[in-house]
């Protein structure tokens, strides 16, 4: 199994790094957890669809070799931790090769919604990119505890 968290945008607040790295961390080598953070695109000169197509481009890459696609969006469905520790323990089971997505700060480009074979949404609030990394990478630890009786989630 592998999971991918592929992000736009390299540079974090110190503390926002730190919490990723936190749970990134405790996660078991057995998920084969990475973050892919691709550079955002310089805003000079474009416009917000060039932006995120040229973003997307550089996501559709970092993701060819994904057996499942799943994008943060908005729109996307809403999940419970339960159900993200079912889909994780899915994918153990199967071994997938799975890529979750996190956009620029425009969002992401229709070419890659439409590539991505579920959109899930992350929160009905309006995050910060950074912090939407933090809230998937612990979302993933946490689902993570869940299946393995951790005492880190507690209903």
């Not at 953070?37 to 060039?50: M, P, S, V, W, Y």
Request: aromatic letters at 6%; glycine letters at 8%; zero cysteines.
């Amino acid at each position: 199994m592998k999971i991918n968290l592929v992000v736009i945008g390299k540079k974090m607040p110190d503390w926002i790094q730190t919490g990723i790295n936190h749970y990134q961390k405790q996660l078991p080598a057995q998920l084969n957890f990475s973050l892919i953070a691709l550079e955002a695109q310089k805003r000079k000169g474009k416009n917000i669809e060039q932006i995120k197509e040229l973003e997307g481009e550089l996501i559709l890459k970092a993701v060819k070799d994904s057996q499942l696609v799943i994008a943060f969006d908005e729109r996307g469905k809403q999940h419970t931790t339960k159900d993200i520790a079912k889909n994780l323990g899915n994918w153990q089971q199967s071994g997938e090769r799975v890529s979750l997505i996190i956009g620029g700060a425009d969002g992401l480009s229709d070419s890659v919604k439409s590539h991505a074979n579920q959109l899930w949404g992350l929160s009905n609030l309006t995050l910060p990119h950074s912090m939407a990394r933090l809230f998937a990478v612990e979302q993933i630890y946490r689902a993570h505890s869940l299946l393995t009786n951790h005492p880190y989630h507690r209903e």
